[in-house]
C-alpha cells in the first residue's frame, strides 16, 4: 500500500494551504511535518531535498516535490481534478491561477507593517468583489452548472471555495451581490471530503497570527 | 485551418514574453496585437475579453486565454513538451517554477526605486550563482543528458534557455562556473526554431531602458 503524503512546511497556511484542502477534497489522508527553528530548516536544505532551499514540500509516490504550483498541478492531475481534456484543463488552470493570486496576496499581507497589512487586505477584498467574484459569477451563471468546468467538481472548485472563505474571513457580507457563489459555496462545503475537512480538529489551518509571522521570520531570516 | 494565435499585451517582456518563447520554440506563428495607449487596454477590459481584467491575453484555438502560466501549460501540452507522464510533468513544473521566479525577479528590476536597485542587484546575482543555476547544472550533471526532463526537449529547456539569457544580461560573468548549462544554451539556441526566434527581426523583445519604462509609466501612469 502507497504510503500517506507528507508535507513539509510551517504551522501556518501559506503557500501550503491549498495543497491541503486538495489532499482533503481528494479524500487523501495525508502526514504533516511543521518547521518551527532555523536549524530544522537549515538541515532541511543540507539534506538536499528542496531544489531551491524553500518549502512547501510534498513527498509523495517515491518524488521529492517542492514549488507550489507543480504540486497543485501534480495532484488534480492525479485525483483526477483537472478536466477531461486539454480545453478543460486550460480552464481549470485559469480559474485556478486566478484565484491563488487573490489568496497569494492575502498571505504576503500578514507579513507587513500594520498600516500597509490593513491597506493591502482591504485592496483583497475590493479586487475580489469587483474582479475576481463577478467574473465567477459569470462563469456559472453562463453555463448554469454546479461546477465550474465540465459539469463535474475539480481543483478550480476547491480553489475557489478556499477563496471564498478567505475572503470572509475579512468581510462576511463580501457575497452578498453573488447569489450564485452563495448557492455554490453551499453547494462544495457540503461535498463529504470537504465537509470532512471544514471541520475543527482536521488538518486545515488557521488564519495567519503574529506567532505565525515570527516563526516565519525568524526560520526565513527575513 | 485554424488562425495564427493572437498576443494581446504591451510592447515589452513582461509576463508575455516566455509565450513567446514557447510558441516560436514549438514553430508556431503568431501574431500579436500591441497595447499601446491606455484606451487599447480599456477597449479590451469592456469587451469582456479579460477574464481577471488582466493582461497577458492570448487568443487561440478559438479561446481567450488569461493566466500565463495557464497560457504556457496549454501550449505546452498541444505541441507535446510537457514530458511523457504526470511524474514527467510534475518535475518539469518543479523546474519551471524555479525559473519563473528568477525571471520575474529580473523582469522587474527596472521597476525597482532607485535608492534598492544595487541591493536588489545584489539579490538576484546571489540567487542566480547560490540558488537557481547550480539545482539546473546539478539536474543535467546527474542524469548526464542533453535535456533536462526524460531525455527529450521539453518546455522546460526553453523556459530556462531563455532564463540564461537574461541572465547573461545581468551580468555575463554569473555563467562562468556552470558549463552544462552553457552546453545546454548553445544546444537549445541551435535549434532551428530557437535559432530563428534569437535572430533580429524576431517577435523577441529588447531588454527595456530606463528611458522605455519612463515613457510607459507616463502613458499607463503607474
Not at chain 1, 52 to 70: C, S, Y
Not at chain 1, 120 to 129: D, F, G, P, S
Not at chain 1, 204 to 211: E, F, N, T
Not at chain 2, 45 to 59: A, I, R, W
Request: net charge positive; glycine share 4%.
Amino acid at each position: 500500500m502507497a504510503a500517506k503524503p507528507k508535507l513539509c512546511y510551517f504551522r501556518g497556511r501559506g503557500r501550503m494551504e491549498s495543497i491541503r484542502w486538495l489532499l482533503a477534497a481528494a479524500g487523501v489522508e495525508f502526514e504533516e511535518e511543521f518547521i518551527e527553528t532555523r536549524e530544522q530548516y537549515e538541515k532541511l536544505q543540507k539534506d538536499g531535498r528542496l531544489l531551491f532551499g524553500q518549502v512547501p514540500l510534498v513527498e509523495m509516490d517515491g518524488m521529492v516535490l517542492t514549488q507550489t504550483k507543480a504540486i497543485l498541478s501534480y495532484l488534480a492531475a492525479k485525483y483526477d481534478l483537472y478536466g477531461k481534456d486539454l480545453k478543460e484543463r486550460v480552464r481549470v488552470d485559469m480559474y485556478a491561477d486566478g484565484t491563488l493570486d487573490l489568496m497569494m496576496m492575502i498571505a504576503l499581507a500578514a507579513f507587513k507593517t500594520p498600516g500597509e497589512k490593513e491597506e493591502n487586505l482591504a485592496l483583497v477584498v475590493k479586487k475580489a468583489k469587483t474582479c475576481y467574484f463577478p467574473a465567477f459569477e459569470k462563469i456559472l451563471k453562463d453555463h448554469g452548472e454546479d461546477f465550474l468546468v465540465g459539469n463535474k467538481f475539480s481543483w478550480a472548485d476547491v480553489q475557489l471555495l478556499e477563496a471564498i472563505l478567505m475572503v470572509e474571513e475579512l468581510d462576511a457580507s463580501v457575497l452578498s451581490d453573488f447569489p450564485l457563489l452563495k448557492a455554490f459555496k453551499t453547494r462544495i462545503s457540503s461535498i463529504p471530503t470537504i465537509k470532512k475537512f471544514l471541520q475543527p480538529g482536521s488538518q486545515r489551518k488557521l488564519p495567519p497570527d503574529s506567532h505565525y509571522v515570527k516563526t516565519v521570520r525568524k526560520v526565513l531570516q527575513l | 485551418m485554424a488562425g495564427k494565435p493572437r498576443l494581446h499585451y504591451f510592447n515589452t517582456r513582461g509576463r508575455m514574453e516566455s509565450i513567446r518563447w514557447l510558441l516560436a520554440a514549438a514553430g508556431v506563428e503568431f501574431e500579436e496585437k500591441l497595447i499601446q495607449t491606455p484606451e487599447d487596454l480599456e477597449k479590451l477590459k469592456n469587451d469582456g475579453s479579460l477574464m481577471f481584467q488582466q493582461v497577458p491575453m492570448v487568443e487561440i484555438d478559438g479561446m481567450k486565454l488569461v493566466q500565463s502560466r495557464a497560457i504556457l501549460n496549454y501550449i505546452a501540452t498541444k505541441h507535446n513538451l510537457y514530458g511523457k507522464d504526470i511524474k514527467e510533468r510534475a518535475l518539469i513544473d518543479m523546474y519551471i517554477e524555479g525559473v519563473a521566479d528568477l525571471i520575474e525577479m529580473i523582469m522587474y528590476l527596472p521597476m525597482t526605486p532607485r535608492d534598492e536597485k544595487d541591493a536588489k542587484i545584489t539579490q538576484i546575482k546571489d540567487r542566480t550563482i547560490n540558488r537557481y543555476l547550480p539545482a539546473f547544472e546539478k539536474v543535467l550533471k546527474s542524469h548526464g543528458q542533453d535535456y533536462l526532463v526524460g531525455n527529450k526537449l521539453s518546455r522546460a529547456d526553453i523556459h530556462l534557455v531563455e532564463l540564461l539569457y537574461y541572465v547573461e544580461e545581468v551580468d555575463p560573468s554569473l555563467l562562468a562556473n556552470f558549463p552544462l548549462l552553457k552546453a545546454l544554451k548553445t544546444r537549445i539556441s541551435n535549434l532551428p526554431t530557437v535559432k530563428k526566434f534569437l535572430q533580429p527581426g524576431s517577435a523577441r523583445k529588447p531588454l527595456l531602458d530606463e528611458k522605455a519604462i519612463e515613457e510607459a509609466r507616463k502613458v499607463f501612469k503607474f
